[in-house]
């Protein structure tokens, strides 16, 4: 099974990724492929005026043909993709049968996360825009406000009641 991971900045996308078994994808390894090049940390605002240069000069979907080009060179499943920020990604794997994930949090708590992992905040950045409007499209919600992301029971409950499992 496929999993796509949909949700704001520091909800828990990476960390729900961590806890399913399969291969990390995202759609934005090209822009830290860059980043790793220059031996720099990852810089949001840095990333974001990456990707929509790329999209200007070689198209919208750009990064959804790379991410294509990579899955298709590997004769497996039980990929996981945690960084699905746009409807066109959505739409993408969405056809493909992912089953995907929406996850979210409180504003002030993804704040508190940001601040602890040393991260910027920026709830306005382009890349959150879509997200909102992509929760209609998932198949599972998480509240990881309340919940505690941390525990694997919790997260698992989380996927064992979820009626349309593939």
Same mark, same amino acid.
């Not at 497996?76 to 996850?103: M, P, S």
């Not at 991260?119 to 950045?125: G, Y």
């Not at 998480?142 to 698992?156: D, E, K, P, Q, V």
């Given at each position: 099974?496929?999993?796509?991971?949909?949700?704001?900045?520091?909800?828990?996308?990476?960390?729900?990724?961590?806890?399913?078994?399969?291969?990390?994808?995202?759609?934005?390894?090209?822009?830290?492929?860059?980043?790793?090049?220059?031996? #720099?940390?990852?810089?949001?605002?840095?990333?974001?005026?990456?990707?929509?240069?790329?999209?200007?000069?070689?198209?919208?979907?750009?990064?959804?043909?790379?991410? +294509?080009?990579? #899955?298709?060179?590997?004769?497996?499943?039980?990929? #996981?993709?945690?960084?699905?920020?746009?409807?066109?990604?959505? +739409?993408?794997?969405?056809?493909?049968?992912?089953?995907?994930?929406?996850?979210?949090?409180?504003?002030?708590?993804?704040?508190?996360?940001?601040?602890?992992?040393?991260?910027?905040?920026?709830? +306005?950045?382009?890349?959150?825009?879509?997200?909102?409007?992509?929760?209609? +499209?998932?198949?599972?919600?998480?509240?990881?406000?309340?919940?505690?992301?941390?525990?694997?029971?919790? #997260?698992?409950?989380?996927?064992?009641?979820?009626?349309?499992?593939?």
């Amino acid at each position: 099974m496929n999993i796509g991971i949909v949700g704001p900045q520091c909800a828990g996308k990476t960390t729900l990724a961590s806890f399913i078994e399969g291969t990390m994808m995202k759609f934005a390894a090209p822009l830290y492929t860059v980043n790793y090049a220059l031996k #720099i940390d990852k810089n949001r605002a840095f990333m974001q005026e990456q990707s929509d240069l790329i999209k200007k000069y070689f198209g919208r979907d750009y990064f959804i043909k790379e991410f +294509d080009k990579v #899955i298709n060179k590997m004769f497996q499943t039980n990929f #996981i993709c945690d960084d699905i920020r746009y409807k066109l990604e959505l +739409d993408h794997v969405k056809a493909k049968g992912w089953l995907l994930v929406y996850i979210d949090a409180d504003e002030e708590i993804r704040r508190d996360r940001a601040k602890s992992n040393d991260l910027e905040f920026l709830p +306005d950045h382009n890349s959150e825009i879509e997200i909102e409007s992509l929760r209609p +499209d998932c198949d599972i919600y998480i509240n990881n406000t309340h919940l505690s992301i941390g525990t694997l029971a919790a #997260i698992a409950r989380e996927l064992q009641n979820f009626k349309g499992m593939k």
